[in-house]
């Protein structure tokens, strides 16, 4: 009996190691759990007493087709949206006096003329704006060039869409791609194919790259809670696995500007009473956004350095299905943006701010630069939009801001 108690100890801590291991792993916890634990011994989140500035943006990887519906239940999804959304959050308003701001990431491979345009409308009216998404398989490098070279022109010809640089008026998109697997992250080789494909987006015209977290899919990244700059490895995949902090050197040359979104043990929120649950960003059905998920949010510690009171918390979504609207187009989602303006009439400290995927963008180059003025001032920093089908030449310089109004 003894010797059964001597050997049952270490091979059952043996046991239950190899569970929790595979347990790890099976969330893809065992590629960002040791950066998780570095900054949080290291302190990461608002100083008390300290000015916040959060700067809100939700990216939707938003699929009418999701789930291999019919055109008309598509249809149907992209209705609900144009039709719920200015009545249900025209009454909100952020710090700068502007209301909630969606940005939907709209898939090339589903592209539906009615339905961009009709999330054009939406738009143009000041609710958020649209950029690009895809989902692709074992494709070759200049197929994928040609593919998104022709979707930009598309989206800005057709629907008066995408960003111009405000120096060169070049078109400028946003990105996220289709199964977490950006450069051929996929453990298995799926749902890409391309191991240059960092610098393919940047000679198209990617300004930024918002797909991670990706947890707890397995594309996941080493590099967590952090704003920084991937320089490709055209012949190895994931290149973005590590990279350059905004801030902490220059832009190096051949990068692309990777965003993302928070990923971390909330404490605050247990399992069963015990265990932390994973926040990572997402909102869908049984994750709905909630002013007690703020804390953690902020405490993943997202930013630049030019700019401690500025916090980037970058949410993730698919928001055409309509389990997933439920949350987005619901009373959840009310008391949401009602508890951030009841958050701010309290504590004069706390300043909020919707904003899309080109203006976290351009708060991001701002805040490198320097800036040292107000949000409002650097949404259209580098990067403007505006529907530029009925308009001749190129957006005005920075210097002539004003006239962007």
């Known amino acids: 009996m003894n010797l059964f108690l001597l050997l049952g ?27 998780y634990l570095c900054q949080a011994l290291r302190g990461r989140g608002p100083k008390p007493g300290q000015s916040v500035h959060l700067l809100l943006c939700i990216a939707d990887h938003f699929e009418p087709g999701h789930g291999s519906v019919s055109h008309d239940v598509a249809a149907g999804r992209v209705r609900a949206w144009i039709e719920s959304y200015p009545k249900l959050f025209e009454a909100f308003r952020d710090s700068d006096g502007r209301p909630p701001r969606h940005t939907f990431f709209y898939p090339l491979e589903m592209y539906e003329g009615s339905e961009v345009e009709a999330l054009a409308t939406l738009c143009h009216q000041g609710y958020g704006e649209v950029e690009v998404h895809l989902h692709h398989d074992d494709e070759d490098a200049e197929g994928l060039r040609a593919r998104l070279a022709a979707y930009k022109e598309l989206l800005a010809a057709r ?34 194919g391309v191991d240059n494909e960092l610098d393919i987006l940047r000679e198209t015209g990617c300004y ?48 692309l500007l990777m965003i993302q979104g928070p990923l971390l043990l909330d404490w605050r929120r247990r399992k069963w009473g015990l265990f932390p649950r994973v926040e990572n960003g997402c909102l869908q059905g049984n994750q709905p956004a909630h002013i007690d998920r703020l804390p953690a949010w902020l405490k993943a510690g997202v930013q630049v350095p030019g700019r401690p009171d500025w916090f980037f918390v970058k949410l993730h979504t698919h928001g055409a299905p309509e389990c997933n609207q439920r949350v ?34 351009n708060l ?16 259209d920093y580098q990067l403007v939009w505006k529907d530029w089908r009925h308009l001749c030449g190129t957006p005005p310089r920075r210097d002539n801001a004003k006239s962007l109004a």
């Open 9 to 35: 100890g270490p091979i059952g801590l043996v046991l239950l190691g190899s569970y929790a291991w595979r347990a790890l792993r099976a969330r893809a916890m065992d590629l960002w759990l040791p950066s």
């Open 159 to 192: 629907h008066g869409l995408l960003a111009r640089d405000r120096d060169t008026g070049d078109i400028r998109y946003g990105f996220i791609h289709g199964n977490w697997a950006l450069d051929n992250s996929h453990p298995d080789g799926r749902h890409c």
């Open 208 to 255: 930024a790259d918002f797909t991670m977290p990706a947890a707890p899919d397995p594309p996941q990244t080493r590099t967590i809670n952090s704003i920084y700059y991937a320089i490709d490895d055209p012949v190895s995949p994931k290149s973005h696995d590590r990279g350059i902090a905004v801030g902490a050197a220059p832009a190096p040359e051949r990068s």
């Open 328 to 361: 987005l187009l619901g009373e959840a989602m009310v008391r949401f943006h009602r508890s951030l303006a009841d958050l701010s009439r309290r504590d004069s400290k706390f300043h909020f701010h919707y904003v899309t995927a080109r203006e976290m963008c």
């Open 364 to 379: 991001v180059r701002a805040a490198e630069a320097g800036w040292q003025g107000d949000v409002a001032g650097a949404r």
